[in-house]
């Protein structure tokens, strides 16, 4: 009887793998019998349920290890590390030889060799699934085509597999798939609810989206915030495949979109037009074709832009591939009724599983065209290299090597080529030191990636992006930079590495002086305070003997006397000696506190620094790429922990327990009327309260500061438009990411550890403060000519103009720090993080006058 059974059990579930296999490959068929399927593999109908990460994990080392077309490996961990994984399918022989096949392909990136016999070598094919976490049909996708790839036994499968070497990456944002799919699973009904106001449909806050840090992983090619974002370009650069896709979803009453996208104005001009012209062309033949097989709707080149480099659909295009972007209409869950018929999960999937399989047949039947491209796309980028007036571009930071470094981190990571700057010299007002300074030629094969971090773009066809329309990575880095113009200049010796720190600590018998100008100051100075020790910061310039000679230190140094300590003076040099070693830093020591000129290091002019123990109010409303950009400043650059509130838990918060409040863009209009009394009374007693853009409108319209914003003029309303051009109207006046230059005040402590008035900024919002009536108030005002890059109107630039950026506010013995602005965009504004820190670490010494 229990054999009958298990033969029943077998046939049935044969019989349901089946009709799976003609739902989601109607055309196909021939399945290796011996390779699992998903469903066989998992046990479940793919569309059932959403697949957990592990699982996916499971099922692509299961390919790898009973077929000989495919491997697998792990290219690095995320931050809750989960494994991110790359299965590559080929055929056997390929497999064996597949060093050697990598050798020969990256001849086509090699201007200098001539071109392979590239009847010789495979296309590579990169399919990257689910970047966003809750856009969770593609991942289920990759476990199909995966199966398909490696099982299929069709002629025009092994045609794949002889002619193409494909990596799937089945999540490129494992934490967020499963943040996503535990959602979606406990929530599931039997029968499943359809109705969009569902709760499956509906993801409490944070949601599955983002990575750990609620980061957009789709937006960090470029930056390279994050650690899944390293780990892919070590992988990307490894390879430079012909053919990237980023598979997403969108609204549920959509449809399909594939490339191309919007038309000319909103391309990147630094991908040339063959890409545009002729790749994406090609490729939408293929698309729509399997689309239509499908009978599916579908649309392109009405939406979406192409022109930032850090999409996963961009960055390929500037490495002489071709990027490509899928949406398709989410059932956000496993059932929801639509504007027609319900939308199933499992159709969601289908469509995908069609644009892949599309994608590789496409690539695969058009190998020499996309081989082609990439040699004369770098060829290409050497010419323009060559002839560009701009011979190279040097910069450094004489008195911070850490933003120095971390920009020459960036470039290498992208492999562009960095060189020494050999010689100490004076470009554009500013002087570039020898040892502290580097030089990237604009003559190399990475010209395209060299003109994206370093150009300055203020002209445009178009007037709404989709994204960010500047990205310019020198001003993000706030580093001093000039362009070198009149002959290409001595280069140094070629980085391969980051220049290594070598901080020294000598023991001082008097006091440790700490430079704040160096990025990583905030760090070490950290240490110090969680370990007890007292520190004050300079609000006047001074010298102190050090090494038997005077030395000059600014605003914002920081001073730990060796006697004025509950520690002795053997422990606080090991502390010290601490605080060096993780932050790079040299500490300066001094035997005396005397000197010709300027204060006394026992100078009122040194403020004693408070340990900050902040808390920021997060959930509901709370714009989540924002919070979690300060949760990863502190995590990654400082090592400090961050107390971390749900809107709806902070009437619970006893605010004595904390020195500092952030609050970042969001809505708080539903926040008691108690707990506003309460932050008042706790700002009039001592503490700082940090707001960003929407929280400081906040508080301004809560009375919590006496700051006012700016009187909204009157638009002069156009005449009669049309109705279709009413978005591309309304989208041109806002500010959606553009740099501006603002003025900062050097002796504020807010600006402590800067040297320069000028410096860049970014802004996405277009809330405008009043000028204070106090005229030592203002930390931070844009200039009278602000606009560096990016496309905003003219009425946005006339708004701007000389209008706060940064202003201080007084109560009682607190204060508030209103910024209208985000110095920490998306993990890479290192230029303008230390106003944010310095408000952090310095706000309890500040008396708002």
């Not at 490996?73 to 390929?94: C, D, K």
């Not at 063959?274 to 009978?295: I, R, T």
């Not at 709370?622 to 509130?645: Q, R």
């Not at 800067?754 to 106090?774: A, C, D, G, M």
Request: overall charge negative.
């Amino acid at each position: 009887m229990k054999r009958l059974f298990l033969l029943l059990f077998a046939f049935v579930f044969t019989g349901l793998a089946q009709a799976q296999n003609e739902y989601f490959f109607p055309e196909h068929g021939n399945f290796d019998p011996s390779i699992p399927s998903p469903e066989e593999f998992l046990g479940y109908p793919i569309g059932e349920w959403h697949t957990r990460h592990d699982n996916i994990v499971a099922y692509m080392e299961k390919l790898a290890a009973v077929s000989d077309r495919a491997t697998v490996q792990n290219i690095g961990y995320t931050y809750e590390h989960r494994a991110q994984v790359v299965l590559t399918i080929s055929s056997p022989a390929n497999l064996s030889r597949l060093e050697a096949i990598r050798t020969e392909h990256l001849k086509l990136t090699d201007p200098a060799q001539p071109i392979p016999d590239i009847s010789k070598i495979p296309a590579i094919i990169h399919l990257g699934y689910n970047v966003h976490g809750n856009e969770p049909s593609s991942a289920e996708a990759a476990l199909l085509t995966a199966y398909y790839l490696v099982a299929s036994n069709e002629p025009e499968a092994e045609q794949y597999r002889q002619n193409g070497v494909i990596f799937i990456e089945p999540s490129l944002n494992p934490d967020g798939r499963d943040r996503h799919a535990n959602w979606a699973n406990m929530h599931k009904g039997f029968p499943p609810v359809a109705d969009p106001i569902d709760r499956e449909h509906n993801e409490v806050w944070p949601g599955g989206r983002t990575n750990h840090y609620w980061y957009d992983l789709n937006r960090d090619w470029l930056p390279l915030a994050h650690i899944e974002s390293q780990n892919r370009i070590k992988w990307h650069q490894k390879w430079y495949p012909n053919m990237v896709t980023d598979f997403h979803e969108m609204g549920t009453n959509s449809t399909y979109f594939f490339e191309p996208t919007k038309p000319y104005g909103s391309e990147n001009p630094v991908v040339g037009r063959k890409n545009y012209d002729v790749l994406n062309p090609v490729m939408a033949k293929y698309f729509h074709e399997s689309m239509d097989d499908l009978g599916s709707l579908y649309f392109l080149r009405e939406q979406y832009d192409n022109s930032y480099p850090g999409y996963g659909a961009t960055y390929a295009d500037i490495h002489g591939g071709l990027g490509v972007t899928f949406e398709q209409a989410s059932s956000r869950g496993h059932l929801q009724h639509t504007t027609t018929k319900d939308i199933t999960f499992s159709f969601t999937i289908r469509n995908h599983v069609a644009t892949s399989l599309a994608t590789v047949k496409g690539v695969v039947k058009e190998k020499e065209t996309f081989q082609r491209h990439m040699k004369e796309f770098f060829e290409e980028s050497v010419k323009q290299g060559a002839a560009d007036p701009i011979k190279a571009y040097v910069f450094g930071d004489n008195f911070d090597s850490g933003r120095t470094n971390a920009f020459v981190d960036l470039l290498l990571q992208h492999h562009v080529k960095v060189y020494e700057n050999p010689t100490t010299q004076t470009l554009s007002g500013q002087r570039f030191e020898s040892g502290k300074s580097y030089l990237v030629p604009t003559n190399q094969k990475q010209y395209r990636m060299v003109r994206s971090v370093f150009e300055k773009v203020k002209q445009y066809d178009d007037s709404v992006f989709y994204d960010a329309s500047t990205w310019t990575m020198i001003l993000a880095y706030g580093l001093p930079h000039a362009e070198i113009k009149a002959k290409a200049p001595a280069l140094g010796t070629e980085l391969t590495a980051v220049p290594a720190a070598k901080p020294t600590v000598e023991k001082a018998s008097y006091a440790y002086i700490l430079d704040w100008r160096e990025y990583a100051a905030p760090k070490a100075l950290y240490h110090l305070l969680k370990n007890g020790v007292f520190a004050k910061v300079a609000y006047q310039p001074f010298s102190a003997i050090v090494k038997g000679a005077e030395k000059n230190y600014s605003y914002g140094s920081i001073l730990v006397s060796v006697a004025d300590q509950n520690v002795d003076a053997d422990k606080l040099f090991s502390l010290v000696k601490e605080a060096s070693e993780l932050s790079g830093l040299t500490f300066d020591a001094t035997a005396t506190g005397y000197t010709d000129k300027g204060v006394g290091l026992g100078s009122r002019s040194f403020e004693t620094v408070t340990f900050p123990k902040a808390l920021m109010v997060i959930g509901e409303g709370i714009f989540l790429y924002e919070a979690g950009e300060v949760w990863h400043l502190l995590d990654s650059k400082i090592g400090m922990p961050i107390t971390k509130v749900d809107k709806g838990d902070i009437g619970q918060v006893r605010l004595s327990d904390y020195n500092t409040v952030i609050l970042v863009n969001g809505r708080y209009n539903d926040v008691s009327d108690s707990f506003i009394e309460d932050l008042k009374a706790w700002v009039r007693g001592g503490g700082t309260l940090i707001t960003q853009k929407g929280a400081t409108k906040w508080a301004i319209s809560k009375g919590l500061v006496k700051e006012k914003l700016a009187e909204s003029k009157d638009e002069k309303t156009p005449g009669r438009m049309d109705y279709e051009d009413a978005r591309n109207y309304y989208g041109a006046q806002s500010i959606g990411g553009v740099i501006f230059e603002a003025d900062i005040d050097l002796t504020n402590p807010i600006a402590f550890g800067y040297t320069s008035k000028k410096l860049p900024v970014y802004r996405n919002s277009s809330i405008f403060l009043k000028p204070s009536e106090s005229p030592f108030r203002t930390a931070a005002q844009y200039t009278a000519q602000p606009w560096l890059a990016g496309f905003v109107t003219p009425s946005n630039v006339e708004k701007v103009k000389n209008s706060p950026s940064i202003l201080l506010d007084g109560s009682g013995r607190g204060r508030t720090i209103l910024f209208t602005d985000n110095c920490n965009f998306r993990g890479y504004w290192y230029g303008t993080n230390k106003l944010f820190l310095n408000a952090l670490f310095f706000g309890s010494t500040i008396s708002v006058p």
